[in-house]
């Protein structure tokens, strides 16, 4: 393993990455185990964002390294196109089984991205199938993040992602985001107000009328635009109205999906069925890139309805890749037989009160949970948005914890095989950053 420092750090061109400040001071990860990262000094990092929200089941997980191992040397590479092979299909039905059977079909892709697009392309050819191809309208979130291709960013709703890149898909509209810290501040769980925001659905379907309308997407729980916990009861009149309507709804549980609120699917946690679910990260629990599109029968069976011939012209090359169908079956079973998510629902009171402690110290104006993500927001300073949060993370790091900051929020979300050690260590660590912050 090389734990040196590279020669240059010129040519990558990082992601969502200030480019100039990380080159001038870089934090460089070499291992990682369990709940824990390496630095290159040799500094431990507790881990409390689950890498980029991705790893449920812990870092270097033997069961999952294993099989990955196993299916490389096997089976390095087999198109899915008019090809196949066992472990694509296994996966896909364990997947089904995973999820109670309310879907009955799934689409790979290699990122949440690649699932938004994936999932919206299937909406619009869905409608197109029965006869209804006037229905080409997509629905999104203001503050929603799906993911960076043209399809995500213009239903998204983070300003910054989109402002460079116009025009972006025409025929999109907005719900308004649910975010209101007047009313919600310090809320544990779905907070009281606001479940009436989804009542500008119907305003949308007057103003465009249904038959114009594909879909709505919106992640169940935002997370990279700060941690936005739905108001009670919004979910679920969503889906009345969509029903009413004939607009197809797709939750996007890239992040939420595979226990992040500690029952498998937020579908689960809010009791609102989906007709799509878009996926990713905790799916082969980051160890191999994977995305996966849950469709409803319904859906699928309007494509079969089609003269023989492909049906679906979409997909990628690497779409059920071997390594990343290994990576996932392994997960699924590591995820049962360990009782990962019984793990993050019992840690779940622990961590919520620990966060909900923080209340009082500097800075902190609003503090939020469900499952095991948090939210901790603070005031900005002056004329300098986001400045402050992201000088918490690298104090916090300085410190050997990793968080994540988007603007002036700090969003934790630990791999769900902590305890309450790593719990103390996480929070007494944050609560030591904002003591300390300017
Ligand atoms: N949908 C949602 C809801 C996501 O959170 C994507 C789609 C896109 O997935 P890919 O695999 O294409 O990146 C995401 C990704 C953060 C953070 O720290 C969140 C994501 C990615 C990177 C950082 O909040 N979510």
Sequence with gaps: MNESRPASMSAFWMPFTNNRDFKASPRLLVSAEGMYYRDVDGNRVLDGTAGLWCVPCGHAQPRITQRVSEMVGQLDFAPTFQMGHPAAFDLAEQLMEYTGHKFGHVFYTNSGSEAVDTALKIALAYHRARGEGSRTRLIGRERGYHGVGFGGLSVGGIGNNRKSFGPLLPGVDHLPHTHNLEKNAFSRGEPDFGAELADELERLVALHDASTIAAVIIEPVSGSTGVLVPPKGYLKRLREICDRHGILLIFDEVITGFGRLCTPFASDYFGVEPDMMTTAKGLTNGVV?????????????????????????????????????????????????????ENAAAQQAYFEDALHALRGLPHVIDLRSIGLVAGIELAPIPGKPGARAFSAFKKAFADGILIRVTGDIIALSPPLILDKQHIDELFGKLANVLQHLD
């Design 289 to 341: 890139p994977m995305g996966a599109v849950f469709s409803r029968r319904f859906i699928h069976d309007a494509f079969m309805q089609a003269p023989p011939g492909i049906e679906l012209f979409h997909g990628y090359t690497y779409s059920g890749h071997p390594l990343a169908c290994a990576a996932g079956l392994a997960t699924l079973e590591v995820l049962r037989e360990q009782g990962i998510v």
